[in-house]
């Protein structure tokens, strides 16, 4: 079965502060986002990883293929990154759609 | 890239009653997905559509329930017909030409009551 695993589920940090939230998936992929969800339900592609690293601002998404793991990492955190950070990943099935993982829910205090 | 402008963005709706949400991308695109997530859990695949063919649904989602119309490749439509208090989630379309891109909606949150 294709899992994708986020942890933690919940996280809350106060401003400035380093965040991290890890990714793990069970079998080979073509490629893995990392989505923000805000709390009206829309969703922003922040990254898509096929290997490596990359970064956009203070959001940094890493990858590990061997070890199919990913990372999101966000430098000075600040109250409007309180969001739901979602892992997706594309198996490279024919179908073309995405396996998502639960959520973590980020809480950035001021 | 896609932009994709999907309405509404929230609804409150009676049960027994059906919604119809609509997406509409800015670009012409082969498939789009239509994606569920319930209250505490990941979003779920509901149903793939092409056009000019029917949608494929994934387990546990069928046409009666979640018919789906694609009338062309920049416009698509989700119903949910009969509606109960089960219903109540977060409904997103999704769409991705080449492989491991995806652009998405901005979601319709839905409360049956």
């Known amino acids: 079965k294709n899992e994708v695993e986020q942890s933690p589920q919940n996280l809350t940090a106060q401003e400035g502060e380093f965040i991290t939230i890890n990714c793990s998936y069970s079998v080979g992929i073509s490629a893995l986002h990392w989505l923000q969800q805000h709390p009206g339900g829309g969703i922003v592609s922040l990254f898509m990883?096929?290997?490596g690293k990359k970064k956009h601002g203070r959001l940094i998404a890493t990858i590990n293929i061997q070890e199919k793991h990913s990372s999101l990492h966000i430098t000075a955190s600040h109250p409007r990154d309180s969001a739901v950070y979602i892992c997706?990943?594309?198996?490279?099935?024919?179908?073309?759609?995405?396996?998502f993982g639960k959520g973590t829910k980020l809480s950035v205090k001021p | 890239s896609a932009v994709i402008s999907q309405k509404p963005s929230r609804d409150i709706c009676q049960r027994g009653t059906s919604l119809t949400i609509q997406c509409q991308v800015d670009s012409q695109v082969t498939m789009m997905f239509w994606y569920r997530q319930q209250p505490g859990q990941s979003l779920t695949l509901i149903a793939t559509?092409?056009?000019?063919?029917?949608?494929?649904?994934e387990s546990g989602f069928v046409i009666d329930k979640f018919p789906i119309s694609r009338p062309n490749l920049t416009f698509s439509t989700l119903t949910v017909s009969n509606m109960s208090p089960e219903d109540s989630s977060i409904y997103l379309c999704s769409v991705g030409e080449r492989a491991g891109e995806a652009f998405f909606g901005q979601g319709t949150r839905l409360t049956v009551v």
């Open positions: 997706a990943v594309d198996y490279g099935g024919s179908q073309g759609n995405l396996i």
């Open positions: 559509a092409n056009q000019g063919s029917e949608a494929t649904y």
């Open positions: 990883l096929s290997s």
